[in-house]
């Protein structure tokens, strides 16, 4: 606990004072914005973007990023909607589903990771094939691929235990697995050492090929159980799903405190991120403004969080805080041995 | 009158040459290092000091010549052999993670992890403490939790020497170690790469500070045109003959007598 609060960043101090404030002023023009249903409506919304930016947070501390996951989230729909609908057995189904999104990550992380292609590219081409191939799969018949799931697999969507949403258990479960694996795990080192410096990364010994495409793997696996709980919520695969998700996935883990410039970044402050747009936008949502003003205040809060980024970056803005906390740089006391 | 070597050579390097087109980077050179010296190598630019350095960390391989450690004939095919063999380099550029603490550092690549293995649950206490140990043992006061980002270029050095420590290297080679860093950090620098000395590692410091090498080498090996021109111990040199080497090359090597009168 001490160490999150010591980690906290400038920015993420402001959001959650301005998330405080958003709350207060909705709540006071609209009462309703508290209630239970209210609340429960925004926890299952955060799952929605939530899972997917847990991924990406990993990717993007690594210095990637994975535009694809929107599409992938659709393809792990389809695919275990579409088993299902042929009679496989609810779990194998699933694994299905998940061994699709396996599949994507590895041909992903493996054209970055060993063929060098920039992964703004490579991810492009997934997003666009993926999403395409789910389109193909319907071929203009209707935009749902599979519906009428068994009762056990429409629990994960629609059920709760203790009047929490099943999404959004599942989706914490993910976010404190997640937050250990980051923090005190191998993994999780390497991942922060290969997006500081991978070359450094490398020089100790790490197999920063493999790492990478262990990432992008798991940034797939997130993105196709976003698409699990989606469709078991609404009881149908739609070939829309996670359409354009990819962008507010991102907008998210970078508001949230992740630099854009690699090796830097949490799990919680990806929860802070995802938690104060999905609140923003439920906010307009509710006191009826335009839905266009939700595209408005994301992106200028992207930008205000790039920015924010860049000048924590600096060079000369570290030396001068440095010098503000009085860190003392050059007494180094040693002492000889006999 | 020669050092004293009571230890076995360490690392022996025989008659090596090394061609790049046309030009004869190392010519038929060989020298050898012993555990628990310091030794610096010194030579101007060009003179061949990088790619010594490369053919000993493996980066390199050298086109005649052998080398030699413990007595046992080593290829060394890519740096991953030399370090498999306990052969590490720190270059100029250190190669640390800025954004994790200097016991993420001091063990990165290697970290011990607590069972069952596969989780790769970092044992965080016990590297903090073997942390504490390994700096204490060279004679810093260095806190194993402070991030490298907040760190001095001399702090940062003893980090990487004390990886080399941890990772019980037996053939250590510093580039440049005070490059670029203040009068009271280079000492402190200094003064630890002194306490690094050990009767299981030959240290190799490559420098072209005068004052430093006078300082903490046992004994001075001298480039000049890919080969060996002078090798004496410090005790028994001067700047001026040095730089007289460096610049000149031996007498020997141009044949000739050294001026009378």
Known sequence: MADLIRGLQLRQVILVALLVLLVAAVTAFQPTFLSLANVANIAVQFSQIGLMAAGMTFVMIAGGIDLSVGSVLALGAGVCGVLMTVGVPLPFAIVGALLSGVVIGWINGTGIAYLKIPALIITLGTLYAVRGAVELYSNGSGSTIAQDFPAAFRFLGQGSVFGLPMPTIVTLLVYVVLHLVLTKTRFGRYTIAIGTDAEAARRSGILVERHLTKIYILSGVMAVIAGLLITAQVNAASIDLGRGAELTVIAAVVVGGTSLYGGQGSIPGTFLGVTFLTIMADALDILNVSPFAIDLATGSLLLLSAAADVLANRRGLIALRNRLLGARETEIAVHKLT | ?261
Not at chain 2, 91 to 112: C, H, M, S, W
Not at chain 2, 201 to 209: E, L, P, Q, Y
Not at chain 2, 222 to 234: C, L
């Open chain 2, 1 to 261: 009158m020669i050092l004293a070597q009571p230890s076995a050579p360490l690392l022996e390097v025989s008659d090596v040459t090394i061609r790049f087109g046309g030009v004869v980077a190392l010519d038929r050179l060989s020298v050898t290092f012993y555990p628990g010296q310091i030794v610096a190598l010194v030579g101007a630019n060009g003179a061949g000091k990088s790619t010594l350095v490369s053919i000993i960390s493996g980066a390199v391989i050298p086109d005649e010549g052998s080398l030699h450690l413990r007595g046992q004939p080593v290829r060394f095919r890519t740096p991953k052999d030399a370090r498999a063999a306990g052969v590490e380099t720190v270059y100029q550029g250190l190669a640390l993670i800025e954004t994790l603490d200097v016991k993420g550092n001091i063990f990165l690549g290697r970290e011990p992890v607590s069972q069952p293995g596969w989780i790769g649950w970092l044992a965080d206490g016990s590297m903090e403490r073997r942390a504490r140990t390994l700096l204490d043992g060279l004679g810093v006061r260095l806190d194993a939790s402070r991030k490298i980002r907040g760190l001095s270029g001399g702090q940062r050095q003893i980090v990487a020497i004390a990886r080399l420590v941890e990772f019980e290297a037996g053939v250590c080679i510093l580039d440049e170690p005070t490059a670029a860093l203040g009068v009271q950090e280079r000492n402190a620098v200094l003064q630890v790469i002194k306490n690094f000395k050990s009767p299981d590692r030959a240290v190799i410091v490559v420098s072209h500070d005068l004052e430093d090498i006078f300082n903490v080498a046992d004994r001075v090996v001298v480039m000049r045109n890919g080969r060996i021109v002078g090798d004496r111990p410090t005790a028994e040199t001067s700047a001026d003959e040095i730089v007289a080497l460096m610049t000149f090359g031996s007498y020997a090597e141009r044949g000739g007598e050294p001026p009378r009168g």
